[in-house]
Structure formats: structure tokens, C-alpha cells
Nanobody, 124 residues
Framework: QVQLVESGGGLVQAGGSLRLSCAAS????????AGWFRQAPGKERAFVAA????????YYADSVKGRSTISRDNAKNTVYLQMNSLKPEDTAVYYC?????????????????WGQGTQVTVSS
């Protein structure tokens, strides 16, 4: 069993940056690939980025590619999502997730563990 807790969300102006963190506890998180998803009001949960167990492979949704970087520090059991050049359309609740599947795991149904989410609001 793995517990995930996100942090780092907040209110930021368009063009700004945020770094989200996802702290894992329980089983060693290096045994799991990880991903970030987001859900805006009235919309389905959408894939943002994924990273392999070692951190050597990363994958991004087209909507954030070039503006975001997913990374992990397995010694700290933590996964990060650095988001730059934020846009109002990036406003959503962001969720961290863990999976035993081999990346790229780009659908929510491939993930076994989820955090509670952190709100990101980008003002225009």
C-alpha cells in the first residue's frame, strides 16, 4: 500500500511558475512509476505527465509539453511537477498517482494509488 500527498498548489498569475510535490509513504515508491493528472471543473481527469521508476523516461501531454517537467527523487520518495509559463487553462486540481504498470501509462485506469489533489489556479 502506498499513500500519496500532494503539495505546492496555489494561486499564480498567468506566465508564472509552480512546483508541485508528491510525497509517498508506505511501500518504497521507487517500485512504482508515477504520473500527474488534472481535473478542471466539469471536465474529466486528464493526463499531464508520467515518469518511470528510475526517472529515466518521461512522458507529457501535448498541452503541457515544453512548459512542464516531471522528476523524482527516490531517496526522498517524492515526485515533482515543475510548471512554467502557466495559463488560465491550466487551472485544475492536480493529482499524483502511482502505478505498477510500465510507462507510458497515460490513462487514470492504469494507476493504482492516488493522492487527494492540490488546487492550482492561474489568473489572467
Amino acid at each position: 500500500q502506498v499513500q500519496l500527498v500532494e503539495s505546492g498548489g496555489g494561486l499564480v498569475q498567468a506566465g508564472g511558475s509552480l512546483r508541485l510535490s508528491c510525497a509517498a509513504s508506505g511501500r518504497t515508491f521507487s517500485s512504482y512509476a508515477a504520473g500527474w493528472f488534472r481535473q478542471a471543473p466539469g471536465k474529466e481527469r486528464a493526463f499531464v505527465a508520467a515518469i518511470s521508476r528510475s526517472g529515466g523516461s518521461t512522458y507529457y501531454a501535448d498541452s503541457v509539453k515544453g512548459r512542464s517537467t516531471i522528476s523524482r527523487d527516490n531517496a526522498k520518495n517524492t515526485v515533482y511537477l515543475q510548471m512554467n509559463s502557466l495559463k488560465p487553462e491550466d487551472t485544475a486540481v492536480y493529482y499524483c498517482a502511482g502505478t505498477v504498470a510500465v510507462v507510458p501509462a497515460t490513462t487514470q485506469y492504469q494507476y493504482d494509488y492516488w493522492g487527494q489533489g492540490t488546487q492550482v489556479t492561474v489568473s489572467s
